[in-house]
């Protein structure tokens, strides 16, 4: 990581910021997807910048340049180099309110550097609407972070990179992509959330078709990075090329003084699989993530290839009002929640505040007993596991049908029940600890996605247990859990 001296008025920049943050307020920023970038992070983005010392004449994009901060320590850490650089700036911004800062910071920087000439121009227009026919050596920016209609302007332009409802930066990702030279870099600081998800599933696909990381720089913590922001998110830094890359440096620290600062190089292989239907790109933090992916990347089997299947609950309870209720009659049936269960079991009826029982006259919101593993969609990054589960064995159902509440997942086999063996392999399996860190490293939402569930690994050793189980599948037959610390050391060991 190369040191990038800081010029006097960076401070003065940052003290912009949070005084334009106390002058527009929460709205003027929430509808522009605005956060301005903390010093520290723009002279880390900055670092990261090689160049060429053959290269004179250099072309650099901030497309969503804000009071300028991100193009002033990269253009700062060009000077240090002593190579008589010319640079042509483009610098995108829509925010009219900011533009006479921006404009007056980079005069300021024009008066400081003694080996860039440098020449630029403001763009008080909408980057993902305008044509733009040139390429450039470096982009660098914080984009407008907001969800746009799927029938925005934006999204139909862009539409071979949407599915869903996209997001702004991801939009602003993909264009720069597409405007980065052969030899260019580009340098990003946005949400984790592009890693995985079905919304961001054309882009990932798009991204792996057309670039490669070179870095990415993950934060242990989601409040500490933007100092006069208030960031309740997941955030990265990533630097993106179009050159082939066999290592990519993942590095991380606690937040943004990179005081603890570490990283390590880790085959892109393991970052990110072409071959993996959902494109998923999976950050490990340490050697040991490392080891996980691995053991996960030989697996040749997955859930869905397997024959299992995982649903969503389909009582949502707000539309089901008039169905709902606490009242045991001949007309309902279970209503179960994820607070229903108590160390994996179901406890049913249960006194919690919420409806216990669903009116049976709407059968399609009800699904027949069976034996099912049960998994909570949601969760946080601060609990202690990411994947929460309960069972559902049919024998303890007095009921034909039950009814799931939204939050839940259920898995089931496809083609047949599934017995009490194979429900507890599998279960196990899905609560190790092997499983929950596999799945953090994966997948930086909160939320337990049911394709990604469909798509998980099963290791070889897992593999072979779920298929002995349907060999001899009996509903008496006990199954002795296995210890899972020597089960999964002996996975990693493979």
Request: hydrophobic share 35%.
């Amino acid at each position: 990581m190369t040191k990038v001296p800081q010029l006097p008025f960076l401070e003065q920049i940052q003290e912009q910021s949070i005084s334009y943050n106390e002058l527009k307020g929460n709205e003027h920023k929430k509808n522009l997807g605005q956060f301005f970038t903390d010093i520290n992070i723009a002279k880390f983005m900055a670092s990261l910048a090689n160049v060429n010392i053959k290269q004179h004449e250099i072309n650099i994009l901030d497309c969503g340049s804000g009071n300028g901060i991100l193009a002033i320590s990269l253009l700062q850490r060009l000077d240090t180099l002593n190579l008589s650089l010319n640079v042509k700036l483009h610098l995108y911004e829509i925010d009219q309110d900011i533009i006479y800062s921006l404009k007056s910071n980079i005069e300021m920087l024009q008066s400081h550097l003694k080996n860039v000439d440098l020449s630029f121009t403001i763009y008080q227009e909408n980057f993902i609407l305008k044509d733009i026919n040139q390429k450039f050596d470096f982009i660098i920016s914080n984009p407008p972070y907001f969800k746009l209609n799927k029938a925005s302007n934006e999204a139909v332009k862009m539409n071979y990179v949407v599915h869903g409802q996209p997001n702004i930066y991801m939009l602003f990702m993909a264009k720069s992509i597409e405007l980065l030279k052969d030899t260019g870099e580009m340098i990003f600081i946005t949400p984790r959330s592009f890693t995985s998800g079905s919304y961001f599933k054309a882009f990932r696909c798009f991204f792996l078709n057309n670039a490669h990381f070179e870095q990415i720089h993950i934060f242990n913590t989601r409040t500490k990075h933007f100092k006069s922001e208030s960031i309740l998110q997941e955030t990265i830094i990533t630097k993106i090329v179009k050159k082939q890359i066999d290592k990519v440096i993942i590095s991380s620290s606690e937040d943004s003084s990179f005081s603890d600062y570490n990283e390590m190089k880790v085959e892109n292989e393991l970052i990110v699989d072409a071959h993996e239907p959902e494109c998923v790109i999976k950050l490990p933090l340490n050697q040991y993530d490392v080891d996980i992916l691995k053991t996960f990347h030989r697996s040749t089997q997955t859930l869905q290839s397997l024959g299992y299947v995982v649903s969503t609950g389909k009582v949502v309870t707000f539309r089901s009002k008039e169905l709902i209720t606490n009242e045991h009659t001949k007309n309902t049936v279970p209503l179960i929640w994820m607070n229903n269960f108590k160390n994996k079991q179901l406890v049913h009826p249960l006194d919690f505040g919420k409806e216990q029982y669903i009116s049976t006259d709407n059968p399609s919101l009800l699904i027949d007993k069976s034996n099912y593993i049960i998994i909570k969609r949601f969760s946080s990054k601060e609990q202690k596991k990411r994947i929460n589960i309960g069972y559902i064995f049919k024998d303890k159902i007095e009921y034909t049908q039950i009814g799931l509440e939204n939050h839940l997942n259920y898995l089931y086999r496809k083609d047949d029940e599934m017995s009490k063996k194979e429900l507890m392999i599998l279960g196990d399996f899905l609560d190790s600890e092997l499983t929950d860190k596999y799945f953090r490293i994966s997948n930086g939402n909160t939320q337990v996605n049911a394709t990604e569930l469909m798509n998980l690994p099963i290791p070889d050793d897992i593999y072979k247990e779920l298929i002995s189980a349907r060999k001899h599948k009996t509903e008496n037959t006990r199954y002795e859990r296995t210890t899972e610390k020597i089960q999964y050391t002996r996975a990693l060991s493979n």
